[in-house]
């Protein structure tokens, strides 16, 4: 069955500080995979999308990461601010039909404090 | 900044009643979709579009309708809300089914008491 992992499921750190949020998949075929800011409330913004031959991609104090041999990928997001407080999706595309199904993972909420 | 729309943002009403949600998007794009989330789970797809008098039931199964009679409007209904019909509904439109990027509304909040 084709899922998507995140971890961890919630995560509080300080501003100013670095973190690392984590996401596994069992996709198959892959065809991208992205990660998505979701503010309380409002709808998912996408941050970045990576193909198979992406090892990384930066947008801003964002940076994804990619290993499509272990099915696994990072988002690291350096120097937090409290506008970094929200919901951080990954959602992976597989290329086996014409609908490029997406599989969502149920997201990692980052609280950031003061 | 992504073109589409969704109205209402909040909705409570009672049971049984008959509800539109509204979406629309100024980018031109064939292929929109509707999604439902709840606190602390994954969105899932409940009905896609990829142009006009084109629509399909997505992969969680949803007594909502849905009709694309407009490239731009993609309305989403329920002819007798139930409270388990209770959810946020998020609209999506795409210029390419599985590569290109998915631009999302900012939801609808709907409560059926």
């Known amino acids: 069955k084709n899922q998507v992992e995140q971890s961890p499921q919630s995560l509080i750190i300080l501003e100013g500080k670095n973190c690392t949020l984590q996401?596994?998949?069992?996709?198959?075929?892959?065809?991208?995979l992205r990660w998505y800011k979701q503010d309380t409330g409002r709808g998912p913004v996408s941050l970045t999308i990576?193909?198979?031959?992406?090892n990384t991609k930066s947008n801003g104090r964002y940076t994804a990461t990619l290993d499509a041999d272990t099915k696994q990928s990072s988002l690291h997001i350096t120097a937090s601010q409290l506008s970094d407080s929200a919901s951080y999706i990954c959602?992976?595309?597989?290329?086996?039909?014409?609908?490029?199904?997406?599989?969502f993972g149920r997201g990692t909420q980052l609280t950031v404090w003061p | 900044e992504a073109d589409i729309y969704q109205t209402p943002r909040y909705l409570v009403i009672g049971t049984g009643k008959k509800i539109t949600l509204e979406c629309s998007q100024t980018m031109g794009h064939d292929k929109m979709y509707w999604y439902q989330q709840d606190p602390g789970m994954e969105l899932h797809l409940i009905h896609y579009s990829y142009g006009v008098n084109s629509t399909e039931k997505g992969d969680l199964s949803s007594e909502s309708t849905v009709s694309r009679i407009r490239t731009e409007h993609f309305p989403l209904t329920l002819e007798s809300a139930r409270p388990s019909h209770t959810s946020q509904y998020l609209c999506?439109?795409?210029?390419?089914?599985?590569?290109?990027?998915?631009?999302f509304g900012e939801g609808s909040r709907l409560t059926v008491l």
């Open positions: 999506a439109s795409s210029e390419v089914t599985s590569g290109g990027e998915l631009f």
């Open positions: 990576m193909t198979f031959s992406e």
């Open positions: 959602v992976v595309s597989d290329r086996g039909s014409t609908l490029g199904r997406l599989y």
């Open positions: 996401c596994n998949y069992t996709v198959s075929p892959f065809s991208n």
